[in-house]
């Protein structure tokens, strides 16, 4: 396979973290303990101070942290004194294969209880908690250490006396708000299994998801604000209710102000007891929630991820790779519906604030989410690629405007980040800031590469895989290899790999997901170059992949070239292998108001196209179209436009309830009866 380009090797990173910043890490502090008391690599005692000895340090870390699992994670669960009921018999259960592995047998423990430990110290009673705004909130709604302890044991005896028990399903179809988080700590604080979808979407889009597992209990909105509009969601959960016949129990949050329907219980009634929170033990591998892939192709999949396995690998993600801590206020831009609110929710198990936002992010204008940013004064920022290019397009300036000196973390996700976007990032937010580009899934509920506080920043490459994390880049034969293109795998087992999907007794669905390709090795899904200086770069997702002549490209390439010009707003490839064996590789744009694809502006895509990146980069055709479909979580749809080109009808190339805007795709299904005509 040969190498797409890749970011020029730069003298200077657009970053490095200063050493005192660098040696106060908790990642440092992790590894001195872990050095003393687990045999990890030491940590220097002088603070580091070139590149290549924090490189070397964090690879030398890294490298122990994979090879020696045991170590590692006993090292994890002692460092933050994770709290076992019942102490585990092993770290990973012999034989530790994938799929399969099983971590931490005989133990128990609880999610919840973790999440509160903040809670039990009397001087964090009155300290901040989360932070909530919505679109019309002039300042942030408090909900304090004390009253979130106090709304999740009163909400979870409530849970109890209406007959819920550990295993059972509770389900929500709410947006990022704070009673959120309580309904989902409090499920776990029973021993329950949460599930959530947001109020976007629609009911069969839910009803997909929520058939499958069949909750007893539904948390539900009657609305929700958004684009400055309220939307009215009373009909969808009505359809829910009857759709749902398993439900025993539906609890009302009255957002728009709504009453309660009939036989429905009051949100506010459940949560204003004063009840100290019962936490139930469970198993390690007790589920803890349900998370869901964007389902394009079928039944959205139903991944159950456990108690114990979240616990362990969000406490190392949030404290270890976002260097969160009590002095935090950590906002992430996500949905209920999406696993980066889950993540969200990570940071109260490090004693940090946690920033709930409900709303658009460009509402009033594009800058509105860097408004609340400033306005939390949010010291870890997180936000979609997507975002930032919005954001360059639109000529903001973030770091002259607000006052955005409280963040010193800027993390990004979703898609990968181009470098125009790092550039813009250093540019426009700030010059002393650490970029955390991360890149994960749903599926690990977690991140495979991501931050590293110790790290420099280069342009357009995150900074490392993550600890327990052992990824490689492979070759069609399953060779590792640097500096080359590959598929991103995992060769060994994570605690937050799905204990399965919901029903899929043998397995049979898990192991085609993810280990058909390399038995025994987890295949992502996702283009990588693992670099020779130890960073990674994201080149887009490997079932989509261009195929001309041999030679396979990444979309995400074209991608950061193209929506670079100016006039073009977002876009989209797809390679088609036709019947007489040719390759067809058009390009939809959508146009930036006001632009026009005339001869010079196709001229243009073309020209950048070739000298950035190859004479095979140049599409066949350049059309544009009024819009993309995306999954509900904001994701092309490459796979479902290609299926539809190659003359798949939709409702089999696609399952309706996964898009955003069906119209976008039906252009498509248009323009391929089109391309049958003689």
Same mark, same amino acid.
């Given at each position: 396979?040969?190498?797409?380009?890749?970011?020029?090797?730069?003298?200077? &990173? =657009?970053?490095?973290?200063?050493?005192?910043?660098? *040696? +106060?890490? $908790?990642?440092? #502090?992790?590894? !001195? /303990?872990?050095? %003393?008391?687990?045999?990890?690599?030491?940590? &220097? =005692?002088?603070?580091?101070?070139?590149?290549?000895? *924090? +490189?070397? $340090?964090?690879? #030398?870390?890294? !490298? /122990?942290?994979? %090879?020696?699992?045991?170590?590692?994670?006993?090292?994890?669960?002692?460092?933050?004194?994770?709290?076992?009921?019942?102490?585990?018999?092993?770290?990973?259960?012999?034989?530790?294969?994938?799929?399969?592995?099983?971590?931490?047998?005989?133990?128990?423990?609880?999610?919840?209880?973790?999440?509160?430990?903040?809670?039990?110290?009397?001087?964090?009673?009155?300290?901040?908690?989360?932070?909530?705004?919505?679109?019309?909130?002039?300042?942030?709604?408090?909900?304090?250490?004390?009253?979130?302890?106090?709304?999740?044991?009163?909400?979870?005896?409530?849970?109890?006396?209406?007959?819920?028990?550990?295993?059972?399903?509770?389900?929500?179809?709410?947006?990022?708000?704070?009673?959120?988080?309580?309904?989902?700590?409090?499920?776990?604080?029973?021993?329950?299994?949460?599930?959530?979808?947001?109020?976007?979407?629609?009911?069969?889009?839910?009803?997909?998801?929520?058939?499958?597992?069949?909750?007893?209990?539904?948390?539900?909105?009657?609305?929700?604000?958004?684009?400055?509009?309220?939307?009215?969601?009373?009909?969808?959960?009505?359809?829910?209710?009857?759709?749902?016949?398993?439900?025993?129990?539906?609890?009302?949050?009255?957002?728009?102000?709504?009453?309660?329907?009939?036989?429905?219980?009051?949100?506010?009634?459940?949560?204003?007891?004063?009840?100290?929170?019962?936490?139930?033990?469970?198993?390690?591998?007790?589920?803890?929630?349900?998370?869901?892939?964007?389902?394009?192709?079928?039944?959205?999949?139903?991944?159950?991820?456990?108690?114990?396995?979240?616990?362990?690998?969000?406490?190392?993600?949030?404290?270890?790779?976002?260097?969160?801590?009590?002095?935090?206020?950590?906002?992430?831009?996500?949905?209920?519906?999406?696993?980066?609110?889950?993540?969200?929710?990570?940071?109260?198990?490090?004693?940090?604030?946690?920033?709930?936002?409900?709303?658009?992010?460009?509402?009033?204008?594009?800058?509105?989410?860097?408004?609340?940013?400033?306005?939390?004064?949010?010291?870890?920022?997180?936000?979609?690629?997507?975002?930032?290019?919005?954001?360059?397009?639109?000529?903001?300036?973030?770091?002259?405007?607000?006052?955005?000196?409280?963040?010193?973390?800027?993390?990004?996700?979703?898609?990968?980040?181009?470098?125009?976007?790092?550039?813009?990032?250093?540019?426009?937010?700030?010059?002393?800031?650490?970029?955390?580009?991360?890149?994960?899934?749903?599926?690990?509920?977690?991140?495979?590469?991501?931050?590293?506080?110790?790290?420099?920043?280069?342009?357009?490459?995150?900074?490392?895989?993550?600890?327990?994390?052992?990824?490689?880049?492979?070759?069609?034969?399953?060779?590792?290899?640097?500096?080359?293109?590959?598929?991103?795998?995992?060769?060994?087992?994570?605690?937050?790999?799905?204990?399965?999907?919901?029903?899929?007794?043998?397995?049979?669905?898990?192991?085609?997901?993810?280990?058909?390709?390399?038995?025994?090795?987890?295949?992502?899904?996702?283009?990588?170059?693992?670099?020779?200086?130890?960073?990674?770069?994201?080149?887009?997702?490997?079932?989509?992949?261009?195929?001309?002549?041999?030679?396979?490209?990444?979309?995400?390439?074209?991608?950061?070239?193209?929506?670079?010009?100016?006039?073009?707003?977002?876009?989209?490839?797809?390679?088609?292998?036709?019947?007489?064996?040719?390759?067809?590789?058009?390009?939809?744009?959508?146009?930036?108001?006001?632009?026009?694809?005339?001869?010079?502006?196709?001229?243009?895509?073309?020209?950048?196209?070739?000298?950035?990146?190859?004479?095979?980069?140049?599409?066949?055709?350049?059309?544009?179209?009024?819009?993309?479909?995306?999954?509900?979580?904001?994701?092309?749809?490459?796979?479902?436009?290609?299926?539809?080109?190659?003359?798949?009808?939709?409702?089999?190339?696609?399952?309706?309830?996964?898009?955003?805007?069906?119209?976008?795709?039906?252009?498509?299904?248009?323009?391929?009866?089109?391309?049958?005509?003689?």
């Amino acid at each position: 396979m040969s190498t797409p380009p890749t970011p020029q090797d730069h003298p200077e &990173p =657009l970053w490095r973290p200063a050493p005192a910043r660098a *040696a +106060a890490s $908790r990642l440092v #502090d992790f590894q !001195r /303990w872990a050095a %003393e008391h687990h045999g990890a690599p030491a940590a &220097p =005692l002088a603070p580091v101070t070139t590149d290549a000895e *924090a +490189a070397t $340090r964090y690879a #030398d870390l890294h !490298r /122990w942290s994979t %090879e020696d699992l045991t170590r590692f994670w006993t090292a994890v669960t002692e460092y933050f004194d994770v709290r076992f009921h019942t102490p585990p018999t092993a770290v990973l259960a012999e034989p530790a294969t994938m799929p399969g592995a099983t971590w931490f047998p005989g133990a128990t423990l609880n999610y919840a209880e973790h999440a509160l430990r903040a809670a039990e110290d009397p001087a964090n009673a009155d300290r901040p908690a989360v932070l909530h705004l919505d679109e019309r909130s002039t300042e942030p709604a408090v909900t304090t250490w004390s009253e979130l302890r106090r709304q999740v044991g009163s909400l979870a005896a409530a849970l109890r006396a209406n007959g819920v028990r550990p295993g059972d399903r509770v389900s929500a179809y709410l947006p990022n708000i704070p009673q959120a988080a309580v309904a989902l700590l409090a499920t776990a604080a029973v021993g329950a299994t949460w599930t959530s979808c947001a109020p976007d979407f629609g009911a069969r889009s839910v009803l997909d998801r929520l058939q499958q597992i069949e909750p007893t209990v539904l948390f539900a909105v009657d609305g929700y604000h958004y684009g400055g509009k309220d939307h009215d969601r009373t009909e969808v959960v009505a359809e829910l209710r009857r759709e749902l016949p398993t439900l025993a129990t539906v609890i009302h949050v009255p957002l728009l102000g709504t009453p309660a329907p009939e036989g429905a219980l009051s949100y506010d009634a459940l949560v204003s007891s004063d009840t100290a929170p019962v936490f139930e033990p469970v198993p390690f591998d007790h589920p803890l929630w349900v998370l869901y892939s964007s389902g394009t192709t079928g039944l959205p999949k139903a991944i159950v991820q456990s108690q114990g396995g979240i616990l362990v690998e969000h406490l190392k993600q949030a404290a270890l790779h976002l260097d969160l801590g009590p002095e935090d206020r950590f906002l992430w831009y996500t949905s209920t519906g999406w696993m980066m609110w889950n993540f969200l929710l990570a940071g109260l198990l490090t004693g940090t604030t946690i920033v709930t936002y409900d709303g658009s992010p460009g509402h009033p204008d594009t800058g509105a989410l860097w408004s609340v940013a400033a306005r939390t004064r949010a010291t870890v920022l997180g936000t979609s690629a997507a975002y930032v290019i919005a954001s360059r397009k639109a000529d903001l300036h973030p770091g002259r405007d607000l006052d955005l000196s409280a963040v010193r973390c800027l993390g990004t996700t979703g898609s990968p980040l181009p470098p125009d976007g790092f550039q813009w990032i250093y540019d426009e937010v700030g010059s002393d800031l650490w970029l955390a580009s991360v890149s994960g899934g749903t599926d690990v509920c977690s991140c495979f590469v991501g931050g590293v506080p110790t790290l420099p920043v280069h342009l357009g490459e995150i900074q490392a895989p993550c600890l327990g994390a052992a990824v490689e880049s492979w070759d069609a034969d399953g060779h590792p290899h640097t500096d080359t293109v590959g598929e991103l795998v995992v060769t060994k087992p994570l605690p937050s790999m799905p204990t399965g999907f919901w029903n899929d007794p043998d397995g049979h669905r898990y192991h085609d997901s993810y280990f058909d390709t390399y038995p025994g090795t987890w295949r992502h899904g996702d283009w990588i170059t693992a670099t020779s200086r130890g960073t990674v770069v994201i080149h887009g997702r490997s079932d989509s992949t261009l195929n001309r002549q041999g030679v396979r490209m990444g979309s995400a390439d074209i991608y950061e070239v193209v929506e670079r010009l100016p006039e073009i707003a977002e876009s989209l490839v797809i390679g088609l292998e036709e019947p007489d064996g040719g390759y067809w590789m058009p390009l939809f744009v959508v146009l930036a108001p006001g632009a026009e694809l005339d001869d010079a502006l196709t001229a243009r895509i073309r020209t950048s196209l070739r000298t950035e990146l190859s004479p095979r980069h140049v599409p066949d055709e350049v059309i544009t179209v009024a819009g993309l479909p995306h999954t509900l979580t904001g994701k092309r749809l490459e796979v479902p436009v290609k299926r539809l080109l190659g003359g798949t009808p939709l409702t089999q190339a696609v399952n309706p309830g996964s898009v955003d805007d069906l119209d976008h795709l039906r252009f498509f299904e248009r323009l391929a009866a089109t391309r049958k005509q003689p």
